[in-house]
């Protein structure tokens, strides 16, 4: 899959027939298997494989389905070495089965060939509102349309996908391969409308008064922590999440090169080293930064990036200063950022840099909570649910699930959660219908 600039092609090649058939046939069908143990979804692992290694395609992605809206996604961005795969018993042999190389061809030759068409319910069970199409509100949407619910999603960007579309860079996840799993949900009879940020041009109340039976929330985490150490405002230090974001619009054609922050040459400092962290500065890389360093203020055993994306870093030349711990950004006076001061092992050290990228986490934004009534949020400003109905917030028929939850989480584990909100909205509608009669 080609992107406008090739430095953004898809790094890992996907399986051929021929090698997805050859991998699945060296699954061992385990009667107890620990991979779908290692599963956050229990996809059915090696029911699927056993299908694959027969040539069975129609068959494993019908397997898929049944527990994932998003495979093709998942198939290439999931932490599988954290579950999955680092749960497979030919760990034991050092040759684990490549699952999510297998979930990823099944999807890819589904969306490719159009295998899959699913008989669908008519749609009468109630009227339910997604905000966000990230990983949570996609999911949320194609569980309640297979069950018979109408289902519209708000989006507040030009394209659903949220994180999917505008935080993952297109070499790790291609934007056309989102922009197919959306196509699939839409096929469920999901109504997107793009451009609509609610709390300003709509609110949750105007949904309701639409005739809506619930609203789910799953507006992820949107507001970038600030690292507040003197100097912060300065010109220069920027949110990672805005530099990936604007990124993927240049590579979409929706924006010029100026407007992407990181110049040729420049040398760059990235604090933090989670996957945001590690997804900047690799993309900083590609965008013709000569040097990006990742400051890190614990050890290399404390990253929260994952050992396969850091591997990849470094391969492409990130440099990693761990034990390194910021403590002022050294500005000029025209209050443009130069270098940071930072603790290290061996006393206070000056880096000299040009542009730095914060990734030391984000949280929700509070423009939804705000412009509703009713719906409480702890001190760090993420919204409170029940457990019945699950997902439920203190505000009767609003539910919300994912990043604007807990803190920031994998796509997959937002997809977790959601599948059980999307059953608590069920419950909840079919119990309100019920009383209605
Ligand atoms: Fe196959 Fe590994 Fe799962 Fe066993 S644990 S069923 S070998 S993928």
């Known amino acids: 899959m080609k992107s406008k600039n090739l430095k953004f092609d898809e790094i890992n090649e996907g399986f051929t027939i021929k090698e997805a058939i050859e991998e699945a046939k060296r699954c061992l069908n385990c009667k107890n298997p620990a991979c779908i143990k290692g599963c956050p979804i229990e996809n059915n692992i090696p029911l699927f494989i056993n299908q694959l290694s027969m040539g069975n395609m129609g068959a494993a992605i019908h397997i898929i389905n049944e527990k994932s809206n998003l495979p ?85 960007q030009p394209e659903p996908g949220g994180v999917l579309m505008y935080g993952i860079p297109e070499y790790r996840l291609p934007k056309e391969v989102v922009k197919k799993e959306i196509k699939k949900i839409e096929a469920l009879g999901v109504t997107f409308f793009t451009h609509t940020v609610i709390g ?98 614990r050890t290399e055993k404390e990253m929260s990036a994952l050992k396969s994306e850091y591997e990849e870093a470094v391969k492409e030349g990130v440099e990693f200063l761990w034990n390194t711990n910021p403590k002022e950004f050294v500005t000029d006076d025209k209050n443009i950022l130069r270098g940071i001061k930072a603790k290290t092992a061996k006393g206070e050290k000056k880096f000299t840099l040009d542009r730095i990228l914060l990734a030391v986490g984000s949280r929700p934004a509070n423009r939804i909570v705000s412009t509703t009534s009713g719906i409480e949020v702890d001190n760090a400003g993420y919204v409170i649910t029940k457990e019945k109905p699950y997902g439920m917030t203190t505000r009767k028929g609003v539910f919300a699930g994912g990043d604007v939850v807990h803190t920031p989480q994998t796509v997959v584990l937002a997809m977790k959660e959601a599948k059980q909100v999307a059953k608590g909205i069920a419950q909840y509608i079919d119990a309100k219908k019920l009383l209605e009669e």
């Open 72 to 156: 093709a996604i998942c198939g290439r961005v999931c932490p599988h070495e954290k579950q999955c795969v680092g749960h497979c018993v030919l760990n034991a042999k050092g040759m684990p089965i490549n699952i999510g190389k297998l979930e990823r061809f099944a999807a890819d030759f589904d969306e490719d060939m159009g295998l899959i068409k699913e008989r669908l319910p008519q749609k009468g069970r109630g009227k339910v509102a997604v905000i966000g199409s990230g990983p949570a509100g996609l999911t949320v949407a194609g569980d309640l349309a297979r069950e018979g619910f109408n289902v519209v999603i708000y989006e507040s």
């Open 200 to 297: 300003k041009n709509i609110t949750v109340d105007d949904i309701f008064e639409q005739g809506y039976d619930a609203v789910f929330i799953g507006s992820g985490t949107a507001l970038p922590k600030a690292l507040e150490i003197p100097g912060y405002m300065a010109k220069g230090i920027i949110q990672s999440s805005y530099f990936l974001r604007m990124v993927n619009l240049f590579n979409a054609g929706n924006i010029g090169r100026e407007e992407v922050p990181v110049k040729t040459g420049e040398t760059i400092g990235v604090i933090g080293c989670g996957n945001v962290g590690i997804d900047a500065a690799r993309t900083a890389l590609r965008m013709g930064a000569s040097k990006v360093k990742i400051i890190y203020h």
